[in-house]
Nanobody, 118 residues
């Protein structure tokens, strides 16, 4: 059973940065594709960035160019995934969820709130 715990959210001014962390406890962490998703009230959860078990990353168009430099990273030895968010905008506000996916099954953390003030 994969358990995920996010941390690092908070309140930041527009233009600022935050680094989110996701700690996992699964024994086969390295086999999972890991991702970060954002959800705002009334909207579906949307992809921000993912990193495959092989280390390939993918970013949503809304964050490309702002988040794309070393944005999502993983440390398999520590069973951690990180999301470095730079040049934050108010529209980046939301609850950020960590997801682990493998063998057709997704596991989710409980989320961490990010609020960007203008």
């Amino acid at each position: 059973q994969m358990r995920l715990v996010e941390s690092g959210g908070g309140l930041v001014q527009a233009g600022g940065s935050l680094r989110l962390s996701c700690a996992a406890n699964g024994r086969t962490f390295g086999s999972y594709s890991m991702g970060w998703f954002r959800q705002v009230p009334g909207n579906e959860r949307e992809l921000v960035a993912t990193v495959t078990s092989g280390g390939n990353s993918l970013y949503a168009d809304s964050v490309k160019g702002r988040f794309s430099i070393s944005t999502i990273s993983r440390d398999n030895a520590k069973k951690m995934v990180y999301l470095q968010m730079n040049t934050l905008k108010p529209e980046d506000t939301g609850v950020y969820y960590c997801r682990a996916r493998a063998w057709g099954i997704s596991h989710w953390g409980q989320g961490t709130q990010v609020t960007v003030s203008s």
